[in-house]
C-alpha cells in the first residue's frame, strides 16, 4: 500500500511543510515523534498521511503533546500495517453521519467508470473535531471525506486552503 504523509507545521513566521518518512515505524507514538522531530518548536503541528488514494489520517500535536486522530475510514486498519499502526487502536466510530447524509451533487463529468475515492458508506473514526478551532468543524471535515470523488489528497488540499498552507503541501507533491 502505498503513502503520502506531509508535515505542516506552523511557527512563529507562518506555515512549513515537509514530507515525514513513517517506513519501520512500530507504533503511533513513534509516528509522533516523527511529526514532532520536523519542527520540535511548533505550536502545532499536523500529519496527513493518505493511503492509495482511499484512505485519510489526520495528526494533531498542540505544542508537541496531546496526539489527537481522526481517520477518515476504520477500515484502513484492516488493510495495511500503517493503517493499523495509525486507527487500529481507534474503537469510536465518529457520530453525525446521518447528519450529513443530504443529496451531494453528482460528480464533474457523470462518468459511472469513476469510482468515488472515498467510500460515503465509510466508517470515520477518532477525533472529527481535530481542525474545529482551525476553522474546519466536525460535521465539514466528514462532508469533505464522505463527498463522492473526493480522493484524501483533494480532502487535505481543501483543509491546508482554510489554513492557509496549501502552497507548502503542493510544493512537496511536485517533488
Keep these: 500500500m502505498s503513502y503520502f504523509a506531509a508535515a505542516v507545521v506552523r511557527v512563529e513566521g507562518g506555515w512549513t511543510a515537509s514530507e515525514v518518512n513513517l517506513r519501520g515505524a512500530t507504533d503511533v507514538d513513534e509516528v509522533a515523534d516523527r511529526l514532532r522531530d520536523v519542527e520540535p518548536d511548533a505550536d502545532l503541528s499536523l500529519l496527513f498521511v493518505e493511503a492509495d488514494d482511499t484512505y485519510l489520517v489526520i495528526l494533531r500535536l498542540d505544542e508537541g ?3 489527537r486522530i481522526f481517520g477518515s ?12 499502526l495509525l486507527v487500529g487502536d481507534l474503537k469510536t466510530s465518529v457520530t453525525g453521519l446521518e447528519e ?7 460528480a464533474a463529468g457523470g462518468g459511472e467508470s469513476e469510482q468515488p475515492a472515498v467510500d460515503p458508506e465509510a466508517d470515520p473514526v477518532g477525533d472529527a473535531d481535530i481542525l474545529a478551532d482551525l476553522g474546519i468543524p466536525a460535521q465539514k471535515l466528514l462532508r469533505l471525506c464522505a463527498h463522492e470523488g473526493m480522493l484524501p489528497a483533494d480532502v487535505t488540499a481543501e483543509v491546508c486552503l482554510v489554513l492557509g498552507c496549501a502552497d507548502e503541501v503542493e510544493d512537496l507533491r511536485e517533488v
Excluded: T
Design 65 to 67: 503533546e496531546d496526539l
Design 73 to 84: 475510514d476504520s477500515a484502513y486498519a484492516e488493510e495495511s500495517r500503517l493503517g493499523a
Design 100 to 106: 450529513i447524509d443530504e443529496p451531494r451533487p453528482a
